[in-house]
T-cell receptor
């Protein structure tokens, strides 16, 4: 079965700094999802990537998909305290299939 | 819009007790899912359903049961609670197996 790894496991950054979170799959990536979870709350959908080389942005968050490396990266520019939370990547096991999730990356932003 | 509603939000069970976690969605989504989230482990799929009357096992189904008698409801049943089932449980739904909407979660402690 497919496994997703995320790095780093946790991250503490100063407000205003840029950061990158990586998600690597053990198998071919189909639909790749990024979700954010505020502590003690549910998951909020950020974006979905489908094709190799695809890049999407939402406000100061950009995600890219590298199909050959079976990897996706999430980049936050000029981090703010509101970016703090757990970021989870999820991937479809096959195209349009149920989603499995990585272990998550915990992000803290220090004012 | 209510989206996906989970009840209860918190529950403490004694070993061997049983309970049902409720999940209701008002978006007329065909697909519904139950995940559990343990610290540092991401989300693990317990059961899922592709429509009323159809359910299937996910990654970690042991100790749980589900039913899907209506499109709206997807309850998760724990028959003999064990400490290993202490976790946060999330229900999610989707229209086309893409773009999940998550509930706010149920935090369960088994003592």
């Amino acid at each position: 079965s497919q496994e997703l790894e995320q790095s780093p496991q946790s991250l503490i950054v100063q407000e205003g700094k840029n950061l990158t979170i990586n998600c690597t799959s053990s198998k071919t990536l189909y639909g790749l999802y990024w979700y954010k979870q505020k502590y003690g709350e549910g998951l909020i959908f950020l974006m979905m990537l489908q094709k190799g080389g695809e890049e999407k942005s939402h406000e100061k968050i950009t995600a890219k998909l590298d199909e050959k490396k079976q990897q996706s990266s999430l980049h936050i520019t000029a981090s703010q305290p509101s970016h703090a939370g757990i970021y989870l990547c999820g991937a479809e096991e096959t195209s349009y299939d149920k989603v499995i999730f990585g272990p998550g990356t915990s992000l803290s932003v220090i004012p | 819009n209510a989206g996906v509603t989970q009840t209860p939000k918190f529950r403490i069970l004694k070993i061997g007790q049983s309970m049902t976690l409720q999940c209701t969605q008002d978006m007329n989504h065909n697909y519904m899912y139950w995940y559990r989230q343990d610290p540092g482990m991401g989300l693990k799929l317990i059961y899922y359903s592709v429509g009323a009357g159809i359910t299937d096992k996910g990654e970690v189904p042991n100790g749980y049961n589900v039913s899907r008698s209506t499109t709206e409801d997807f309850p998760l049943r724990l028959e003999l609670a064990a400490p290993s089932q202490t976790s946060v449980y999330f229900c999610a739904s989707s229209r086309s197996q893409r773009g999940y909407t998550f509930g706010s979660g149920t935090r369960l402690t088994v003592v």
